[in-house]
């Protein structure tokens, strides 16, 4: 079970990596004005994206489910925590989807947000981080 745990943590780790760094690439992405910027960011933020982003979250949902199935559903299910942190994971992709939205809009030159927008977006992982660290290690209620 920690060879689980720690494979879990890794891919987590993987894809946190992505959800801090992406965010930070559309910001400087919206202040890019040459062609030559633009085309470079579109393949870094594709490449983060699809490289290892999305790879990370599927590989931390793979052991995450795995854990759950073996023992951490049996053990918490009556725990309020585990639900408060399964339901901010949910959050957590719906945030991986939108960022997955906006590099669509950039690839396709439709960006309409700001670099300050995606500056106030590239705090959103850190919540996300804080909640789920401590509800799986403190495990409050």
């Known amino acids: 079970m920690l060879w689980l745990k720690a494979l879990h943590l890794i891919f987590m780790v993987t894809w946190f990596a992505g959800l801090f760094y992406l965010p930070r690439l559309y910001v400087y ?11 470079r960011f579109k393949v870094m933020e594709r490449k983060l994206f ?3 982003m999305t790879p990370g979250m599927i590989v931390t949902f793979i ?7 073996d023992y951490a559903w049996v053990m918490y299910s ?4 585990l639900h408060v942190k399964l339901t901010m994971l949910a959050l957590m992709v719906i945030y991986h989807v ?9 690839k396709h030159d439709r ?7 995606f500056r106030w977006m590239n705090e959103v992982p850190v ?5 789920i660290i401590i509800l799986a290690v403190v495990k409050p209620f």
């Not at 009556?78 to 925590?81: E, R, V």
């Not at 939205?101 to 950039?106: G, P, S």
């Open 98 to 106: 939108y960022c997955g939205k906006w590099l669509l809009d950039f």
């Open 127 to 131: 919540l996300f981080l804080i909640g």
């Open 63 to 69: 052991f995450g489910i795995w854990m759950l199935v």
């Open 111 to 117: 960006n309409t947000h700001s670099h300050v927008y």
């Open 29 to 39: 992405h919206a202040m890019s004005s040459d062609e030559i910027s633009n085309e």
């Open 50 to 52: 699809f490289g290892i």
């Open 78 to 81: 009556q725990s309020g925590w």
